[in-house]
């Protein structure tokens, strides 16, 4: 079911809910959290189809705040998609006038009571997502670096603006990544003298690996370019041999250890939908981003002017 309300109030957006779930017969488990999502009307579609398949795992009410022109006369236009089986809900709000600089104050009436909120920023991470008026309604702040133009400058900006409950893609993109390597230095190796990553020039994934790995093994790490796609090649240097992981499709990865035969990991690159219901399973702050995000200038070593990365 999809509602238009035009030049609307958040009072008529709560009565179409109601009235909607009352028509259709509302479903007994209730939502989990809100999901609020700043964005634009290009990005919107591709946002919202990941997280509505999220929120299959985590019932929510995911609102779109959309600004649209702050010249124009000040009103509100939503759009409400009311599934017909399942709890979730989806909001557009597209606001004009001077509601594009108070988007908190249409979106503050609209959170379910009594949980959660979580704003994303799906292509270009603000300066700092603590102070923003929508990212302090929330307990967790979810950027992506990776849909900025200068991808590793937003990471620097948001590591110097880090607040508890901050978090990116580019590090949730590495989840698989990171379990497969603590497992394998979880196995008898010999000490451990250095880190080399490979990955398309640009990845900021890349760079909070490249952090993560040096400040749990107390090395340094050399970063260098290759054709992706992400991140392909991982490299840790033992006493014994070098541990290698080569993943040069994005799909499948091989995975070879000193005196032992080489083996082949599931290591796909994950779609949008899966990294944000991940970083919805979680809500407390992540210090270990923290130390990544904050630690990557001092211990990743860029080979190649940092300009053309």
């Not at 909607?20 to 999502?37: D, Q, S, Y």
């Not at 989840?175 to 979880?186: G, I, K, N, Y």
């Amino acid at each position: 079911m999809i509602i238009d309300l035009v030049d609307t109030t958040t009072h008529s957006i709560e009565d179409a809910l109601t009235a909607a779930r009352h028509r259709m017969g509302g479903p007994a488990v209730g939502k989990v959290l809100t999901l609020v999502i700043v964005t634009t009307e290009a990005d919107q579609y591709d946002a919202l189809r990941a997280s509505a398949e999220a929120s299959r795992e985590h019932p929510s009410r995911i609102i779109a705040v959309i600004p649209r022109g702050s010249d124009e006369a000040t009103r509100m236009d939503a759009e409400i998609h009311v599934a017909e089986a399942g709890p979730g809900e989806i909001v557009l709000l597209r606001l004009y006038g001077l509601l594009v600089r108070h988007a908190e104050s249409v979106v503050l009436p609209l959170l379910v009571p009594d949980a959660p909120a979580v704003t994303w920023w799906p292509r270009f991470a603000p300066e700092r997502p603590g102070d923003e008026p929508l990212g302090r309604l929330a307990q967790r702040r979810v950027t992506d670096a990776a849909g900025n133009a200068d991808p590793l400058g937003a990471l620097d900006r948001l590591g110097k603006a880090y607040l508890p409950g901050d978090t990116d893609l580019s590090w949730t993109r590495l989840t698989q990544w990171r379990s497969l390597l603590a497992v394998e230095l979880d196995r008898p190796h010999g000490e451990v003298t250095g880190a080399a990553i490979a990955a398309e020039p640009r990845n900021p994934s890349a760079v909070l690996l490249g952090a993560w790995l040096a400040s749990r093994l107390g090395v340094s790490c050399e970063l260098s370019f290759s054709r992706g796609p992400g991140i392909t090649i991982v490299r840790l240097p033992t006493a014994f041999g070098p541990i290698v992981v080569t993943r040069p499709d994005g799909r499948v990865a091989t995975l070879s250890r000193p005196g032992e035969p080489d083996r082949q990991v599931a290591l796909y690159r994950r779609r949008e939908a899966e990294l944000i219901a991940e970083e919805l399973r979680r809500l407390e702050p992540d210090d270990v981003y923290r130390e990544a995000l904050q630690g990557w200038p001092q211990n990743v070593v860029v080979r190649g002017p940092l300009s053309m990365i």
